[in-house]
């Protein structure tokens, strides 16, 4: 019935006969080379989803009636044309309120024909659209996913009532999502829906994202980045002490997050007031030897630029080799970092290998050599004095 319903449609038109050589999608290629035609484009297109939907209205009827029916929807949806799937969308939500989570949906949600993920995707939020989904639904869904579905998408419309553990394990695929809906999952997670209170707290959504591994869990770098950046875009939820929270956990993780450089020099430019707070982090990382991970000692060394001067104590903290290498890669803070550590009461408190480095004081060790010739050559000569006198004295005494 379905079939013959979209067959009249497709060999009619309420706006002009077709023959049996005309397509609709030929009437509207051939009406739309100028605006006036265009418009008429847009005329005809708009009859022919009410078309449709007049055509489909006894098998929708009947699909209420006897669920196994909405299968037939499934199986056609992928080949019909942009009017046909327009009308469609259009009958689903009554549709699917209709009919509920029937065993016969639930059966066709569990093997959805190829084609008609968009379909499914508009009845599992027609189903769990404000209200709680069954137990059975749930089930159904998360089967889908780990059996054939692998598109994290479709785990969306019962993300809010997943266990956390579930949501933490599948969160790194959910990053692979496109960026929109990336920031819905997020805002979903955080906040929950009308019948659920939130999945995760801000501060485990971010150390879930530095807690993924590209090469590990094959995700593209820039997927994490684009995550991190849109945590960061919502700053009434991802707020100043979220971050202090986070970055206090992170900064004890081993290894270090790849991101956590990153991560805190975007917590600079977001909240100034976290100055004080990230000297703390850096003054860790220096106790962390943070210079043995390459990437992180790049990282490092811009946040000490971007925080100077506070960052001067920081960087006095460093061994003398790594103070040296950072000074080499960031010539803007010898001057600065010179002048500060001039201050009588900072001089006094450093070690003499640190003024060696900053210039400020003389490397002993260079000098001993010359120091050393010299006592060594001032022994020789008073031995060769001695040497003479003595031999002055036999002289005088043989005499």
């Given at each position: 019935m379905l079939?013959?319903?979209?067959?009249?449609?497709?060999?009619?038109?309420?706006?002009?006969?077709?023959?049996?050589?005309?397509?609709?999608?030929?009437?509207?290629k051939d009406i739309s080379s100028d605006t006036r035609q265009s418009s008429t484009s847009e005329s005809i297109a708009s009859s022919s989803v009410t078309e449709v939907q007049r055509c489909m209205s006894l098998y929708f009827a009947l699909c209420t009636k006897k669920h196994s029916l909405f299968h037939q929807i499934f199986v056609i949806y992928s080949s019909t044309s942009k009017p046909i799937k327009q009308a469609v969308h259009l009958q689903i939500p009554i549709l699917?309120?209709?009919?509920?989570?029937?065993?016969?949906?639930?059966?066709?949600?569990?093997?959805?024909?190829?084609?008609?993920?968009?379909?499914?995707?508009?009845?599992?939020?027609?189903?769990?659209?404000?209200?709680?989904?069954?137990?059975?639904?749930?089930?159904?869904?998360?089967?889908?996913?780990d059996t054939k579905v692998k598109d994290a998408e479709i785990l969306i419309p019962i993300l809010p009532f997943l266990p956390k553990d579930e949501v933490l394990l599948i969160f790194p695929q959910l990053i692979k999502l496109p960026l929109d809906k990336l920031q819905g999952v997020i805002t979903l997670a955080v906040q929950g829906s009308s019948h659920s209170g939130p999945v995760l707290t801000p501060a485990e959504v971010l150390i879930a994202i530095h807690g993924i591994d590209p090469d590990r869990d094959g995700i593209p770098l820039k997927k994490v980045t684009d995550a991190c950046n849109a945590c960061f875009e919502q700053r009434?939820?991802?707020?100043?002490?979220?971050?202090?929270?986070?970055?206090?956990?992170?900064?004890?993780?081993?290894?270090?997050?790849?991101?956590?450089?990153?991560?805190?020099?975007q917590a600079i430019g977001a909240f100034p007031s976290l100055v004080d707070f990230i000297m703390d982090i850096q003054s860790r990382l220096v106790s962390k030897q943070i210079w043995k991970y390459p990437?992180?000692?790049?990282?490092?060394?811009?946040?000490?630029?971007?925080?100077?001067?506070?960052?001067?104590?920081?960087?006095?903290?460093?061994?003398?080799?790594?103070?040296?290498?950072?000074?080499?890669?960031?010539?803007?803070?010898?001057?600065?970092?010179?002048?500060?550590?001039?201050?009588?009461?900072?001089?006094?408190?450093?070690?003499?290998?640190?003024?060696?480095?900053?210039?400020?004081?003389?490397?002993?060790?260079?000098?001993?050599?010359?120091?050393?010739?010299?006592?060594?050559?001032?022994?020789?000569?008073?031995?060769?004095?001695?040497?003479?006198?003595?031999?002055?004295k036999e002289s005088s005494s043989a005499s």
């Amino acid at each position: 019935m379905l079939h013959l319903s979209l067959y009249f449609f497709q060999d009619s038109n309420v706006e002009k006969p077709l023959d049996e050589n005309q397509s609709l999608s030929g009437i509207t290629k051939d009406i739309s080379s100028d605006t006036r035609q265009s418009s008429t484009s847009e005329s005809i297109a708009s009859s022919s989803v009410t078309e449709v939907q007049r055509c489909m209205s006894l098998y929708f009827a009947l699909c209420t009636k006897k669920h196994s029916l909405f299968h037939q929807i499934f199986v056609i949806y992928s080949s019909t044309s942009k009017p046909i799937k327009q009308a469609v969308h259009l009958q689903i939500p009554i549709l699917v309120r209709t009919i509920g989570s029937s065993s016969e949906l639930l059966e066709i949600i569990s093997d959805p024909p190829n084609g008609s993920e968009s379909l499914l995707m508009q009845v599992l939020c027609t189903l769990t659209d404000g209200t709680i989904p069954s137990p059975e639904l749930i089930f159904t869904i998360r089967k889908l996913y780990d059996t054939k579905v692998k598109d994290a998408e479709i785990l969306i419309p019962i993300l809010p009532f997943l266990p956390k553990d579930e949501v933490l394990l599948i969160f790194p695929q959910l990053i692979k999502l496109p960026l929109d809906k990336l920031q819905g999952v997020i805002t979903l997670a955080v906040q929950g829906s009308s019948h659920s209170g939130p999945v995760l707290t801000p501060a485990e959504v971010l150390i879930a994202i530095h807690g993924i591994d590209p090469d590990r869990d094959g995700i593209p770098l820039k997927k994490v980045t684009d995550a991190c950046n849109a945590c960061f875009e919502q700053r009434q939820i991802f707020t100043h002490q979220v971050l202090a929270k986070v970055l206090n956990q992170l900064v004890e993780q081993i290894p270090l997050p790849l991101l956590f450089m990153r991560t805190v020099l975007q917590a600079i430019g977001a909240f100034p007031s976290l100055v004080d707070f990230i000297m703390d982090i850096q003054s860790r990382l220096v106790s962390k030897q943070i210079w043995k991970y390459p990437k992180l000692w790049v990282g490092f060394l811009k946040c000490a630029q971007l925080t100077k001067p506070q960052s001067f104590g920081v960087l006095l903290q460093l061994p003398p080799a790594q103070l040296e290498n950072a000074l080499n890669r960031t010539p803007a803070l010898k001057s600065p970092l010179i002048a500060h550590a001039n201050q009588p009461n900072i001089r006094s408190s450093l070690p003499r290998s640190v003024l060696v480095v900053l210039g400020i004081a003389s490397d002993s060790q260079n000098a001993s050599p010359v120091q050393t010739t010299q006592a060594q050559t001032g022994e020789t000569g008073n031995s060769a004095k001695d040497a003479v006198t003595e031999k002055s004295k036999e002289s005088s005494s043989a005499s």
